[in-house]
């Protein structure tokens, strides 16, 4: 999913007052649900991702209003989830997600000491569907 990304993207860039690039918005997507799914386990431990670059390669693409209505990509319910997070620590992803489908196959066992282990490896974490076209450079 391409509007998950950019509207962590987005959000973050917001919260931070400087532009991140769309693979930091795919990293923070997916850390921030896997802290969630750890949460929901009952298991502390650390995450790490990076900020992968500054964005600004993207300002007529990611960054740009018509070019995502372009893609026909509805950011909103993303960049919710995640302002909400970093608000309440309350994660609540948009149920269409491959991210999402993924963590809610999790459940840990008894003997488990990873998040990893806890999930169902028959769950594919991206969709096999094709991409949308167009370039993001």
Excluded: K
Excluded at 23 to 44: D, Q
Excluded at 107 to 120: E, G, I, K, L, Q
Excluded at 126 to 131: D, I, L, N, Q, T
């Amino acid at each position: 999913e391409d509007a998950d990304s950019i509207g962590a993207m987005r959000a973050l860039s917001d919260a931070l007052g400087r532009r991140v690039g769309g693979s930091t918005g795919t990293n923070l997507w997916g850390a921030f649900e896997l802290v969630a799914a750890m949460r929901t386990a009952g298991t502390t431990g650390s995450v790490v991702t990076l900020l992968c670059d500054s964005g600004e390669r993207y300002a007529h693409t990611y960054f740009s209003d018509d070019w995502v209505r372009e893609q026909g990509l509805d950011l909103a319910p993303y960049r919710a989830t995640v302002e909400t997070f970093l608000a309440t620590g309350v994660w609540s992803s948009p149920p269409t997600t491959a991210a999402a489908r993924f963590f809610s196959t999790c459940r840990r066992p008894a003997s488990s000491t990873t998040v990893m282990d806890w999930c169902s490896t028959t769950a594919p974490l991206r969709s096999s569907a094709p991409r949308r076209s167009g370039s993001a450079t």
